[in-house]
């Protein structure tokens, strides 16, 4: 029996390029997941996995459908095999069922896993660019302008409490004491 798995990463993606790829594939029972592939436990897979028996074949759209770290593939991989499972990618083509199936399923993990890794270091160096041009590193950018916080500074000095130059700007006070954090400490 083919029994296909699809799995979009959040819960406004649609499953349906998935479902009718599976369904077109001759999976006779569908199983799905909204949930990141970086997660552990998915309802859907969990049950895919409980359902399938020896003989069948887990049908994906795609390798990275199933999960982004290639331990966790390859894990998956040994306990479909134990059970005397396959599994098949419809965009990857392959099919464990064969010896250069299963020889390119390991290769297309590594690379799943990889590309994941490359995003992450992308990520993590475009934060501290930002960082270095004077950015919050991706953070929320601040509601408080220039301007606003010259402001400020002007009305302090003139004597204003922290709570009432807050008030007049418009922002909260944890707003303004993360631009101000000395001023805590002055009376209110």
């Known amino acids: 029996m083919l029994i296909g798995y699809a799995r979009v990463s959040t819960a406004d993606q649609d499953l349906a390029l998935q479902t009718d790829a599976l369904t077109k594939a001759g999976c006779e029972k569908l199983f799905t997941d909204k949930a990141s592939g970086a997660k552990a436990t998915r309802p859907g897979l969990a049950e895919a996995l409980e359902f399938v028996r020896a003989g069948d074949t887990l ?30 990618s419809l965009t990857d083509g392959f099919d464990t069922s064969t010896s250069s199936g299963r020889l390119l399923f390991h290769i297309l993990a590594s690379v799943a896993e990889m590309e994941r890794e490359l995003i992450k270091e992308r990520t993590i160096a475009g934060l501290a660019a930002a960082r270095a041009k004077g950015g919050n590193g991706g953070g929320r950018k601040s509601v408080m302008s220039p301007d606003m916080l010259d402001t400020a500074r002007k009305l302090l000095a003139a004597g204003d409490s922290p709570a009432k130059v807050a008030k007049l700007l418009q922002v909260g006070r944890s707003t303004f004491y993360r631009h101000f954090p000395a001023s805590k400490r002055e009376p209110d």
Request: proline share 0%; hydrophobic share 55%; aromatic share 6%.
């Open 59 to 88: 049908v994906i759209w795609k390798l990275d459908r199933l999960g982004r770290s290639i331990q966790g593939l390859i894990e998956l991989a040994a306990v479909l095999s134990a059970r005397k499972v396959d599994f098949r």
